[in-house]
C-alpha cells in the first residue's frame, strides 16, 4: 500500500499541477496484476482525484485520511457531506478568495487550507483551521504547507487496518510507504501487524526503513515488479 502526493508523485504548487512519472500507470497496473490485485492506496486525496491521475486504474484504498474507503477496485463511494462542513468551506473560500498564496480545498468530507505559496501565513492558517475542526468536532492534521480538518477517530491506520481484513489483503505480509506525517499512522498499523513501513525523506519517524525521495520509490517499485516477474510460474 503506497500513499500518492510525496510518495509516488512530486509534490506540486496545488493538489492539481502533478507531473506524474511517464511509467507510472503502466508500472502500477502491472504490479498489481503480479500482486493479483493487492497494490492499494491511502491519501489525503479523494479517491475519485487519484482515479483521475492513475487513469484507468481505480485501486482499493482509503481516500480522505480513510474517510472514504473503497474495499475492492471499482468506482469511489461518495463521502458524506454535512451542512456544516459546506458552510465552513464557503466561510473559508470567502476569507480567502483574495489573498495570494492561500488554497482552500473543499475535499467533500474534509477541508484542506494549503499555504505553500504563503509561507509566511501559516501561523493564520492554523489557527483559522484550528477553529474550523473545534466548530465541526473534527480532528486537526498538519501535513507538507496544509492543514486539514477530517472526521476524528480516522486515519490512514483505520483505513491500512480495514483493508488488511479484507481480500487480496488479507493473509499477506503487507508493506506501507509514506512521506509525511499523516503516513505515520499507517507505518505504525501496518508495523503492528508484522509488515513493513517505509518512509520517504529524512524526518523524524516509527518506520524502521527508509527510501530517498519518489524517484527512489518508483526505483524500488520497479525492481520489486523485476523480481515478481523473475519467480513468477
Same mark, same amino acid.
Given at each position: 500500500?503506497?500513499?500518492? #502526493?510525496?510518495?509516488?508523485?512530486?509534490?506540486?504548487?496545488?493538489?492539481?499541477?502533478?507531473?506524474?512519472?511517464?511509467?507510472?500507470?503502466?508500472? /502500477?497496473?502491472?504490479? *498489481?496484476?503480479?500482486?493479483?490485485?493487492?497494490?492499494?492506496?491511502?491519501?489525503?486525496?479523494?479517491?475519485?482525484?487519484?482515479? =483521475?491521475?492513475? +487513469?484507468?486504474?481505480?485501486?482499493?484504498?482509503?481516500?480522505?485520511?480513510?474517510?472514504?474507503?473503497?474495499? *475492492?477496485?471499482?468506482?469511489?463511494? *461518495?463521502?458524506?457531506?454535512?451542512?456544516?462542513?459546506?458552510?465552513?468551506?464557503?466561510?473559508?473560500?470567502?476569507?480567502?478568495?483574495?489573498?495570494?498564496?492561500?488554497?482552500?480545498?473543499?475535499?467533500?468530507?474534509?477541508?484542506?487550507?494549503?499555504?505553500?505559496? +504563503?509561507?509566511?501565513?501559516?501561523?493564520?492558517?492554523?489557527?483559522?483551521?484550528?477553529?474550523?475542526?473545534?466548530?465541526?468536532?473534527? *480532528?486537526?492534521?498538519?501535513?507538507?504547507?496544509?492543514?486539514?480538518?477530517?472526521?476524528?477517530?480516522?486515519?490512514?491506520?483505520?483505513?491500512?487496518?480495514?483493508?488488511?481484513?479484507?481480500?487480496?489483503?488479507?493473509?499477506?505480509?503487507?508493506?506501507?510507504?509514506? #512521506?509525511?506525517?499523516?503516513?505515520?499512522?499507517?507505518?505504525?498499523?501496518?508495523?503492528? /501487524?508484522?509488515?513493513?513501513?517505509?518512509?520517504?525523506?529524512?524526518?523524524?519517524?516509527?518506520?524502521?526503513?527508509?527510501?530517498?525521495?519518489?524517484?527512489?520509490?518508483?526505483?524500488?517499485? =520497479?525492481?520489486?515488479?523485476?523480481?515478481?516477474?523473475?519467480?513468477?510460474?
Amino acid at each position: 500500500m503506497v500513499d500518492f #502526493d510525496g510518495t509516488l508523485v512530486e509534490l506540486a504548487e496545488s493538489p492539481e499541477q502533478l507531473k506524474p512519472a511517464d511509467d507510472l500507470v503502466g508500472l /502500477l497496473q502491472a504490479l *498489481s496484476h503480479r500482486l493479483g490485485g493487492a497494490l492499494g492506496v491511502i491519501s489525503g486525496r479523494r479517491l475519485e482525484s487519484i482515479d =483521475r491521475w492513475l +487513469a484507468p486504474l481505480q485501486l482499493p484504498g482509503g481516500g480522505l485520511h480513510g474517510t472514504q474507503m473503497r474495499l *475492492s477496485a471499482g468506482p469511489a463511494p *461518495s463521502p458524506r457531506v454535512t451542512p456544516e462542513l459546506v458552510a465552513q468551506v464557503a466561510e473559508l473560500e470567502a476569507r480567502y478568495a483574495d489573498v495570494p498564496g492561500i488554497l482552500v480545498e473543499n475535499k467533500g468530507a474534509a477541508i484542506a487550507l494549503h499555504y505553500r505559496l +504563503a509561507p509566511d501565513r501559516r501561523e493564520e492558517c492554523r489557527q483559522a483551521m484550528r477553529d474550523v475542526a473545534r466548530h465541526l468536532g473534527f *480532528s486537526l492534521l498538519s501535513g507538507h504547507c496544509v492543514f486539514e480538518a477530517r472526521p476524528a477517530g480516522i486515519d490512514k491506520g483505520t483505513a491500512l487496518r480495514e483493508l488488511a481484513e479484507t481480500e487480496p489483503f488479507a493473509g499477506r505480509r503487507l508493506f506501507f510507504i509514506g #512521506d509525511d506525517t499523516t503516513d505515520e499512522d499507517a507505518i505504525r498499523a501496518v508495523q503492528g /501487524l508484522g509488515g513493513v513501513g517505509i518512509r520517504v525523506g529524512a524526518a523524524q519517524t516509527a518506520a524502521r526503513h527508509r527510501l530517498t525521495d519518489v524517484s527512489a520509490v518508483l526505483d524500488w517499485l =520497479r525492481a520489486s515488479l523485476d523480481r515478481f516477474e523473475a519467480v513468477a510460474p
